[in-house]
T-cell receptor, first 110, second 116 residues
Framework: KQEVTQIPAALSVPEGENLVLNCSFT??????LQWFRQDPGKGLTSLLL?????REQTSGRLNASLDKSSGRSTLYIAASQPGDSATYLC?????????FGAGTTVTVRA | DTAVSQTPKYLVTQMGNDKSIKCEQN?????MYWYKQDSKKFLKIMFS???????INETVPNRFSPKSPDKAHLNLHINSLELGDSAVYFC???????????????FGAGTRLSVL
């Protein structure tokens, strides 16, 4: 059974600082790894998807890396802004379904 | 136009009642999902349907019955509601269910169910 862990559970940083969010998973036989953002009272928004054959993906200030063999992914957010405050969820797809971590709640202080 | 829409957004009901949550997607996707997010914020897959056919049923009590009248709709009916059913339920869709493709899932805004 796939288990996904995200560390830390919460993070508070001043505006402008870089963010590093970690995700680990127990079964490396995955199709892809996805990072989502969840805002209070809203659904999830897909940020980045890394296919199992890829090592990283970038979108604007976001960069996600994947080390499938060690079961780890890291999401980097450069030059954080107050609008980046949200919960970030990591999910791995295997066996035709997504398994989610509990998320990292990020607060960026102005 | 909202890509994945769920109704209602909030649902408050008594134990023992039967309720339904509706979900519609206008993305032309073949696969739809239901997830449950509990009080500890873990999102867990409940069901997935591909072209109206059940693909995944994750040991969900049979009080929960998904219905897919067409591939754009996946409704969730819950019988004999229990206190432990209180959670946020999310609907999602994706182009297909194949793990070999870039299978981004698009989520609805969620339905917060409170069972009293």
């Amino acid at each position: 059974k796939q288990e996904v862990t995200q560390i830390p559970a919460a993070l508070s940083v001043p505006e402008g600082e870089n963010l590093v969010l970690n995700c680990s998973f127990t079964d490396s036989a995955i199709y892809n790894l996805q990072w989502f953002r969840q805002d209070p009272g809203k659904g999830l928004t897909s940020l980045l998807l890394i296919q199992s054959s890829q090592r990283e993906q970038t979108s604007g200030r976001l960069n996600a890396s994947l080390d499938k063999s060690s079961g780890r992914s890291t999401l980097y957010i450069a030059a954080s802004q107050p609008g980046d405050s949200a919960t970030y969820l990591c999910a791995v797809e295997d066996d035709y379904k997504l398994s989610f971590g509990a998320g990292t709640t990020v607060t960026v202080r102005a | 136009d909202t890509a994945v829409s769920q109704t209602p957004k909030y649902l408050v009901t008594q134990m023992g009642n039967d309720k339904s949550i509706k979900c519609e997607q206008n993305l032309g996707h073949d696969t739809m999902y239901w997830y449950k997010q509990d009080s500890k914020k873990f999102l867990k897959i409940m069901f997935s349907y591909n072209n109206k056919e059940l693909i995944i049923n994750e040991t969900v009590p049979n009080r929960f019955s998904p219905k897919s009248p067409d591939k754009a709709h996946l409704n969730l009916h819950i019988n004999s509601l229990e206190l432990g059913d209180s959670a946020v339920y999310f609907c999602a869709s994706s182009q297909d269910h194949s793990g070999a493709t870039k299978n981004i899932q698009y989520f609805g805004a969620g339905t917060r169910l409170s069972v009293l």
